[in-house]
């Protein structure tokens, strides 16, 4: 099949597929991971599929593209349905916690593959669903793309690697390693979904090289066509160490959300939301400034997460918004 001459998804040859995910081949050496879960969201059978497709890759294909033909979504992330099935299970919180560790050995197994990665994005990509696409080594998002971590408007914050990679990514933009914390912060914490895919990529969400295409057809075709560009010498990124700011980052961080509090203006479940993320993108919140490899960050980022969804508040949150859709304001 040439470069650009994609039709229908469902016509594709199968590399391999699960109940809720397939690998498709786009032909000329690229593979199309394709989730199929209820707005794509990463049930365990889309996970099992991505292990394999990393396992394959070098073997099977040379470049892989992430996308689907849903009309709604790229991906929506977790399901919080499913979500709350695990918490209210046995062993609930160490199932949340497996989960969360499951998705980010699989997201940054994904990133070192030895092909380059491409993500094809169009509408939904929130949550894990944004996540997903972060750790591509390129995204070409359609220009109406919705995009965010609304993690907080259920009392969680990114834990597949959204927080590291929103850090990471600051920090190559800015020598000041507390405003690069400040501004990871200021996206993980305010948890807007962006109804552009310029407004994301201003938030750091896509990066400034990032491809924006205002034509939904040509959206996989062009993705395939960047993941082909990136194929001759390809080298996957190496795992870094990320400089962070420590107890005095911390403060600097939540200088604004303690001013809030105090005033009355947040409550005390958003301003402990707002600690639990300054923490982690401070490495911690103690001890001086210093060099950190992004692995302990992705590990903050999990137990936070198992902590937080444990909190009564953060389950009125959660059921709050599968009962209306909207936030609660607790």
């Known amino acids: 099949m040439a470069t650009g001459s994609i039709d229908t998804l469902d016509a594709l040859p199968v590399i391999a597929a699960t109940a809720q995910a397939s690998l498709l081949d786009l ?4 593979a199309l991971f394709r989730a199929r879960s209820k707005m794509n969201t990463f049930a365990p059978e889309v996970l099992d599929l991505l292990e394999e497709t990393i396992a394959r890759a070098g073997k099977d294909f040379s470049a892989l593209v992430l996308g689907n033909d849903d009309p709604r979504a790229f991906s929506a992330g977790a399901d919080l349905a499913f979500f ?3 918490l209210d299970g046995p062993d ?4 949340i916690n497996a989960y969360g560790g499951r998705g980010q050995a699989l997201f940054v197994a994904m990133r070192q593959a030895p092909v380059p990665v491409v993500a094809a994005v169009h509408g939904f990509a929130l949550g894990g669903g944004c996540e997903f696409q972060m750790h591509a080594d390129a995204t070409v998002a359609l220009d109406t793309a919705a995009i965010g971590v609304p993690e907080t408007a259920v009392g969680l914050l990114p834990g597949w690697g959204g927080c590291t990679r929103l850090l990471a990514r600051a920090l190559e933009q800015s020598s000041d390693p507390i405003a690069a914390a400040q501004q990871a912060f200021a996206t993980v914490l305010a948890g807007r979904i962006y109804p552009s895919a310029a407004e994301a990529q201003a938030a750091g969400l896509l990066r400034a090289t990032d491809g924006i295409e205002a034509n939904r057809a040509a959206l ?5 066509t960047q993941a082909l560009a990136l194929v001759p010498g390809y080298a996957a990124p190496a795992a870094r160490t990320l400089q962070i700011t420590g107890a005095e980052g911390l403060a600097a961080l939540m200088a604004a959300p303690d001013a ?3 005033a009355g203006r947040i409550s005390e479940v ?4 707002a600690q639990t993320i300054a923490s982690v993108l401070t490495g911690g919140g103690e001890g001086p400034a210093r060099a950190l490899p992004e692995a302990e960050i992705m590990v903050l980022e999990r137990e936070a997460l198992t902590m937080l ?12 918004m599968l009962a209306t859709g909207k936030r609660l304001p607790n």
Do not use: E, F, N, S
């Open 260 to 262: 809030d509090h105090a």
């Open 92 to 95: 609930g919180p160490a199932r």
């Open 309 to 320: 969804v444990q909190r009564p508040t953060t389950r009125a949150r959660i059921d709050h």
């Open 84 to 86: 709350c099935a695990m």
């Open 270 to 273: 958003d301003h402990h939301l």
């Open 220 to 224: 996989i075709p062009a993705a395939k």
């Open 27 to 30: 032909g000329d050496g690229v």
